[in-house]
């Protein structure tokens, strides 16, 4: 059974910085595996934040978050990590940590992932 756990989110300034953590377990990764961070505000939709093939190659960023956020991978600790960086009140959601088996690419659609982490809250005050 594949779990997913994040951890790092928290109350931040406007500007400031947080580290979110998904340490991943229940499975032996692919390397086309590909891991994933979503978000959802409240009264919106999930909506795709970016992701990163297993074997560390491609990555994709949704372009509110371009230059802003980075997310990478620790193999040996089958952890991924989103880096973000100059946040802003709009990026206040609760972030999820999402796996899309044997996909080879990134894929900005949430349907297409296959296992989800339980969220953790990011707020970001002006």
């Known amino acids: 059974q594949v779990q997913l756990v994040e951890s790092g989110g928290g109350l931040v300034q406007t500007g400031g910085s947080l580290r979110l953590s998904c340490a991943a377990s229940?499975?032996?990764?692919?390397?086309?595996?590909?891991m994933g961070w979503f978000r959802q505000a409240p009264g919106k939709e999930r909506e795709f934040v970016a992701a990163?093939?297993?074997?560390?190659?491609?990555?994709t960023y949704a372009d509110s978050v371009k230059g802003r956020f980075t997310i990478s991978r620790d193999n040996a600790k089958n952890t991924v990590y989103l880096q973000m960086n100059s946040l802003k009140p709009e990026d206040t959601a609760v972030y999820y940590c999402?796996?899309?088996?044997?996909?080879?690419?990134?894929?900005?659609?949430?349907?297409?992932?296959?296992?989800w982490g339980q969220g953790t809250q990011v707020t970001v005050s002006s």
């Open positions: 999402t796996l899309d088996k044997w996909a080879r690419v990134p894929r900005t659609q949430k349907d297409f992932y296959d296992y």
């Open positions: 229940g499975r032996t990764f692919n390397s086309d595996d590909v």
């Open positions: 990163v093939v297993w074997s560390g190659g491609s990555t």
